[in-house]
């Protein structure tokens, strides 16, 4: 199932996106996609529709260095353990929206990324039950503010602009993630390609590191990492990133 939220005509609605692509129809949902979802019986051609940010997450974890390539590109040993930070709701951005580059910013990357999404609670979770607790998955871009990143030493600042966390263009409930490839294009030229076979810390592995720390909620949002490949956006350009099985997530840059 894709499970998505748009602004209609009546309004914005969580929905199930069915038909075959180019004449997809939005499904409304009652209230939550959570659980078995019950549906109004209203329903839009997805064309008259505009794509919002399937999810608003009550908080967002990201996974840094969970591409050996990826953490050599920054200098550093590949880590032994997860590395978790986190993002505010407040950075994220559905498909279209623009990715607006901060005054004073100097170095703003994309950094293309498969998105887990959290289904029901759960604490210490175990890795082989992981996807009993996974709604499913969408395409993320954890926007950075590199040379602010650096700056500080922690990264709150550098990724936690608004906008900074661009989703979409919807969730798939039916994902094999184990291997599936992963790209980032810049004005149509590929700039990442990788799989997420290559990931150091698998799906299973990263929910159950995360649910150590702390509860997962219905809807948060866990990023898993990005591959090497990563490079700065300027105003005027494009960032599309693709993950096969789900579609993908494309946002103009602009600066404020």
């Known amino acids: 199932m894709k499970l998505g939220r748009i602004a209609s005509p009546d309004g914005v609605a969580f929905v199930a996106i069915e038909g075959a692509e180019g004449s997809e129809t939005a499904r409304e949902i009652a209230e939550h996609p959570f659980g ?26 990201a996974i840094g260095k969970n591409y050996a390539a990826h953490a050599a590109e920054m200098g550093s040993e590949a ?5 978790i930070f986190m993002k505010p709701n407040t950075s994220i951005v559905g498909p279209e929206a623009p990715i ?10 994309y950094e ?15 890795a082989a039950k992981a996807k009993d607790f996974i709604l499913g998955y969408t395409v993320a871009n954890d926007v950075t503010e590199r040379d602010q990143q650096k700056y ?27 291997d599936v490839a992963i790209s ?21 592995e990263i929910v159950e590191w995360v649910s150590r720390v702390m509860t997962l909620l219905p809807g948060d949002v866990i990023l898993t990492g990005t591959p090497e490949g990563i490079g700065p956006m300027t ?19 602009i600066d404020k």
């Open 152 to 178: 500080d030493g922690q990264w709150t600042r550098g990724k936690g602009y608004d906008t900074f966390c661009p989703l979409g263009p919807w969730i798939v409930t039916d994902l094999n993630p184990e």
């Open 79 to 83: 880590p032994a353990d997860p590395v």
């Open 112 to 126: 293309g990324e498969l998105a887990i999404v959290i289904g029901r609670p759960g604490k210490d979770i175990p």
């Open 184 to 204: 980032t294009q810049l004005d149509g030229e590929t700039k990442q390609a990788s799989r997420t076979s290559l990931m150091l810390h698998s799906v299973g």
């Open 100 to 109: 607006v580059r901060p005054r004073g910013a100097t170095r703003v990357d």
């Open 36 to 61: 078995d979802p019950t549906f109004t019986g209203r329903s839009w051609p997805l064309s008259d529709t505009r794509l919002l940010a399937p999810i608003l997450a009550t908080k967002i974890i």
């Open 235 to 253: 105003a005027g350009q494009r960032v599309s990133v693709t993950v096969e099985g789900i579609g993908t997530l494309s946002n103009p840059v």
